[in-house]
């Protein structure tokens, strides 16, 4: 079982509605969980870090960490074609190991 | 990427060769890591480090060496370059909520 387990997509969804992306993890004591999204030939950005159970907000983002169900989402409301790159989810105990993450398209 | 400096950006090896790409961040963070990442893949850890004088093995850490002498830097030393190792590149830093990546060195092994 891999560390840190997202479907590769890709997810498609028309502009202006929600995507969905899921991650989990295995390890149990992981302490921090990180949404990056990265744009083909780019760096990885930071879009939001969760760290209790529950939903935190930011603009059109949410993330969603279930620890019993070591289960991590991100919402994206509103999507727009420029939401359209690799989302990586990314968990940290001292490393910081990544899922291979999920190619989201948005259409037009 | 604010605050997290990587170079070169841009390095073509010969088989053989050996070269050192730096890492340097100004935000006093504890947590440093390289990856690379191959074209279409993902990022595989090399080596990371909890504070200066620490490091510990990543994922694919055969062919490479680190060093922590101080919170800033990171270099990432390859000894004697393989085309296997052609790949991009990335360091990171963390610190509480703070996650940064730097912009990358794309090295070419020929």
């Known amino acids: 079982q891999k560390e840190v387990e997202q479907n590769s997509g890709p997810l498609s969804v028309p502009e202006g509605a929600i995507a969905s992306l899921n991650c989990t993890y295995s390890d149990r004591v992981s302490q921090s969980f990180f949404w990056y999204r990265q744009y083909s030939g780019k760096s990885p950005e930071l879009i939001m870090s969760?760290?209790?159970?529950g939903d935190k907000e930011d603009g059109r983002f949410t993330a969603q960490l279930n620890k019993a169900s070591q289960y991590v989402s991100l919402l994206i409301r509103d999507s727009q074609p420029s939401d359209s790159a690799t989302y990586l989810c990314?968990?940290?105990?001292?490393?910081?190991?990544f899922g291979s993450g999920t190619r989201l398209q948005v259409q037009p | 990427n604010a605050g997290v400096t990587q170079t070169p950006k841009f390095r073509i090896l010969k088989i053989g060769q050996s070269m050192t790409l730096q890492c340097t961040q100004d935000?006093?963070?504890?947590?440093m890591y390289w990856y690379r990442q191959d074209p279409g893949m993902g990022l595989k850890l090399i080596y990371y480090?909890?504070?200066?004088?620490?490091?510990d093995k990543g994922e694919v850490p055969n062919g490479y060496n680190v060093s922590r002498s101080t919170t800033e830097d990171f270099p990432l030393r390859l000894e004697l370059a393989a085309p296997s190792q052609t790949s991009v590149y990335f360091c990171a830093s963390i610190l509480g909520r703070e996650a940064f990546f730097g912009q990358g060195t794309r090295l070419t092994v020929v």
């Open positions: 935000m006093n963070h504890n947590y």
């Open positions: 480090s909890v504070g200066a004088g620490i490091t």
């Open positions: 969760i760290y209790s159970n």
């Open positions: 990314a968990v940290l105990r001292r490393a910081l190991t």
